[in-house]
């Protein structure tokens, strides 16, 4: 079966007892919607479709039975979840263990496990069982110093079963890794084969091509085959990692083995490269900011939907632990609904002598800091942005060409705010994020950190780390009774290593719905470019965005 098949799916949901299987499954399918590699029915014959997701806990009746069994005999899959292959007579029922964190391990090297956490963590019920004989484990779960089956495949017919013994509660069924392990189980059961590698190209090795180089080497998926710069130090430099490299784009982009472009010149060159790579066929990401204007953005679109190829732009920030902690008690509903948002980076400090600190090449300082903080912003806030007024300060560093300070403030059409404050002038710091709720509030202070060690002398060596060189402190607070309020320090979870790049890998490679669209970041750059344009004119700027 070819990558480019799409996995028809029929939905098999039935339940006379405590699970409301047919709910839990409605939701995951609404969750499975945006994995483009699959068609999921929910009625209807077995034939015309390549598997069945089943959940069901009463069996099946004779003639459903009968059709089963042939559609599995001419090949089809079937995908079993929790006690399903149980109560079908397909399998023996197992003890269940009580409701618990269970810690899941798919098999290292199958393509089950491409891109996932080495352990993912959900809190659910297992039925304790042994995989039959002939059957290959896919996934275990740790329990009682030992590692018990929690998913396996075997052939039946010309068709193959994957038994996966998971989804006895709703938080399971829930949980964001349960939706990728179905759908993996379900492109296992209908034998799609994992697509080849896909082949990487940097088009610019400058101070975060390493990054590039390293998550491509790195990430199941990819193979890093390519890199252009125009600057022999450089191409140098980028040899360590055994590939060729090009002095210019149109060599690299004419080689067949280079199957997605990263664009990292300055971004004053986005654009042309962007629209260069999709015109020879290739996927593209992009670093941020995607551009300096957003008719450029739509032309970038434009020209990717007309190619068919995926084009993104390198958000890597929304994996940072202190805004996915951040975003996560805000959909939760921690604060209650949120209406207005500070955000703050910056010092007193000489700004860097790169391209970075020269507004037409970079585009200024809203398009610094802002690639990220506006991003941020805009994925709280999803409602149109009304109108946007900016100001700037010119006052201390007159080397560059940046302002010094730069204040953005953004109005949605519900009256919702939020700002953006970057300034290199700041002798005291505000905190990095400051939101409003109706029920509550959150903060994000900075962790002034150093790293400290000791010279040959005995001395102590101690080096201050830039503010934005530590995940911040995220604080829940909710008001009491007495007029004051509750505090709650966020735990951050552990970074997600090549986050941006295991989605992407997700999506070129098995379908999954991709973290950043492009579309995404052509706002960013809209609301950047009116608070540029509010500069200039000394007004506030209206925008639909």
């Given at each position: 079966m070819s990558e480019a098949h799409r996995v028809r799916v029929l939905l098999l949901a039935e339940s006379d007892g405590e699970h409301g299987y047919a709910a839990l499954a409605g939701a995951l399918l609404r969750r499975l919607s945006g994995f483009s590699a699959l068609e999921v029915d929910t009625?209807?014959?077995?034939?015309?479709?390549?598997?069945?997701?089943?959940?069901?806990?009463?069996?099946?009746?004779?003639?459903?039975?009968?059709?089963?069994?042939?559609?599995?005999?001419?090949?089809?899959?079937?995908?079993?979840?929790?006690?399903?292959?149980?109560?079908?007579?397909?399998?023996?029922?197992?003890?269940?263990?009580?409701?618990?964190e269970l810690r899941v391990h798919a098999l290292a090297g199958h393509p089950l496990a491409d891109r996932l956490d080495e352990e993912l963590r959900l809190r659910d019920a297992l039925p304790l069982i042994e995989a039959p004989p002939e059957a290959t484990v896919l996934a275990t779960v740790s329990w009682h110093y030992g590692d018990r089956p929690v998913a396996y495949a075997r052939a039946e017919g010309a068709g193959r079963i994957v038994h996966l013994g998971l989804g006895h509660t709703q938080e399971a069924w829930a949980a964001p890794a349960f939706a990728q392990l179905v759908h993996r189980c379900l492109r296992h059961a209908a034998d799609l084969q994992p697509a080849p590698p896909v082949g990487v190209g940097l088009y610019g090795y400058g101070a975060i091509g390493r990054e590039h180089a390293e998550a491509a080497a790195a990430v199941a998926g990819f193979e890093l085959r390519g890199i252009c710069d125009r600057s022999p130090a450089r191409r140098d430099q980028a040899a360590a990692f055994g590939v060729k490299t090009y002095a210019e784009g149109t060599a690299m982009l004419a080689d067949p083995a280079v199957d997605l472009v990263v664009v990292g010149l300055p971004p004053v060159a986005h654009t042309e490269a962007v629209l260069e790579a999709l015109a020879a066929g290739k996927h593209v990401v992009c670093e941020k900011p995607f551009a300096l204007h957003a008719a450029d953005c739509d032309r970038m679109l434009e020209a990717a939907a007309r190619a068919g190829r995926t084009l993104t732009v390198y958000q890597s920030r929304r994996w940072d632990p202190d805004f996915v902690a951040l975003r996560n008690a805000v959909e939760a509903g921690a604060i209650g609904d949120l209406f207005y948002m500070e955000s703050f980076i910056g010092g007193f400090s000489h700004p860097c002598t790169y391209w970075h600190s020269h507004e037409s090449i970079s585009g200024g300082t809203i398009f610094d800091w802002g690639s990220h903080y506006f991003d941020w912003m805009l994925t709280l806030f999803r409602e149109p942005v009304a109108a946007v007024a900016a100001h700037a300060h010119k006052r201390v560093w007159h080397d560059v060409t940046n302002a010094d300070q730069v204040g953005v403030a953004v109005t949605f059409a519900d009256g919702k705010q939020a700002s953006f404050l970057q300034s290199d002038i700041a002798a005291a710091l505000k905190p990095k994020w400051y939101l409003l709720g109706t029920a509550g509030a959150i903060t994000g202070d900075w962790r002034l950190e150093s790293v400290k060690t000791r010279a040959w002398t005995g001395d102590l060596v101690e080096e201050e780390l830039a503010p934005a060189e530590s995940p911040a402190t995220v604080r829940?607070?909710?008001?009491?009774?007495?007029?004051?309020?509750?505090?709650?320090?966020?735990?951050?979870?552990?970074?997600?290593?090549?986050?941006?790049?295991?989605?992407?890998?997700?999506?070129?490679?098995?379908?999954?719905p991709l973290a950043v669209p492009a579309t995404e970041a052509r706002r960013n750059i809209a609301v950047m470019e009116a608070a540029a344009r509010s500069i200039a004119a000394g007004k506030p700027v209206e925008l639909s965005a």
């Open positions: 009625g209807g014959r077995l034939d015309g479709h390549d598997v069945v997701l089943a959940a069901a806990d009463r069996p099946l009746d004779r003639d459903r039975a009968e059709e089963l069994a042939g559609f599995l005999r001419r090949g089809g899959g079937l995908v079993g979840i929790h006690q399903t292959l149980a109560a079908w007579g397909m399998a023996p029922e197992g003890e269940q263990t009580p409701i618990t829940v607070h909710r008001p009491n009774a007495a007029g004051g309020a509750h505090q709650e320090v966020l735990a951050l979870e552990p970074r997600v290593h090549h986050g941006f790049y295991r989605n992407l890998g997700d999506h070129l490679v098995v379908g999954e």
